[in-house]
């Protein structure tokens, strides 16, 4: 990722400390945090300092190396064990998540009673949880090249790209990938209340790779559709369901409804670790409900250069706020992975699905 022109990662481990980029700050102010303990980490989890698939994949993963390099001797595995049930109860529907946190516990599992060895082997997994991550995500914008042609107008929806994950991003990859190859794209970026992740974090993002891209209110993309101003849609997943029905940010359903009804190809972009193997349907992915004052209230940057929350709703109206909805497998076109394009549909999943 490009921030002022420096590489930078969302997420990584200094000793026993976890850095990450504030990301409720973006895109007013860019800073690093960080959390010095595997509790802190997960905090930082639900209360989205970091957020997006991916990155909270690798925020898991690394919070959980933290909370072995912190378990005593006595009770070794018990604090893990008590650790990975906070760690899993920070958000409950990113796949990559319980994927993370999986990978270093089987590391840990694997040296038995050796507690040096087992811290050894954890910090190695979640460095590896991070590594991939980034680098199925660099794949998945080559594989997405061929998707986004000179020229192409693209809608997405809240932030798929470098913030949400490690690096590189998954909706937003072959954007870049196409950005950097020279061809011409313009991507329409859905603002996505209630929390605004494609008005504060995706247009920052492209504006820092220098892509075309405005801004438009959610209700706006069937109009966009309808009148021809977008060639495809690419969004990303939080899960995948081994039917091919796809969880995502909420509104993104509504988005899949209108490109079908105009004949627009859409895309899902995930790395192969958003796929649940055990999930038949995407009924039965777990949909978070957060705050309703995320729907009665928003935060933004005044003139006077405060940051500050203001509410939009009469005093005493109740809001809801579902964080996610499934989009059936039948409204998408195909799914970027870094093992290529599949189709969304059991034939298509099962062969790239990971545990
Ligand atoms: O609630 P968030 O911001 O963690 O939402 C997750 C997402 O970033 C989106 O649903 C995204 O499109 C999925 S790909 C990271």
Known sequence: MNV???????VWLEGRELALINQPLLPHRFEIVRMPSYRETAAAITTMITRGAGAIGATGALGMVQAVLEAPERGFHDFIADAATTMRATRPTAQNLFYGINQVLRAVESCGDDIGAAREAARHAGQEVADDDA????????????VVPDGARVSTHCNAGWLAFVDWGSALSPIYAAHRAGRKVHVWVDETRPRSQGARLTAWELGQEGVSHAVIADNAAGHMMRTGQVDLVIVGSDRIAINGDVANKIGTYTSALAA??????????APTTTIDPDCDHGDDIPIEVRDHDEVRWTWGWSDEGRFMRVRTTPDGSPGHNPAFDVTPAELVAGIITERGIVPASRAGLEPVARR
């Open 4 to 10: 002022d022109g420096k590489h930078y990662r969302t």
């Open 135 to 146: 680098a199925c995500c660099e794949a998945i914008g080559q594989h997405g090249l061929a």
């Open 260 to 269: 079908k009804a105009n004949g627009i190809p859409f895309y899902v972009a």
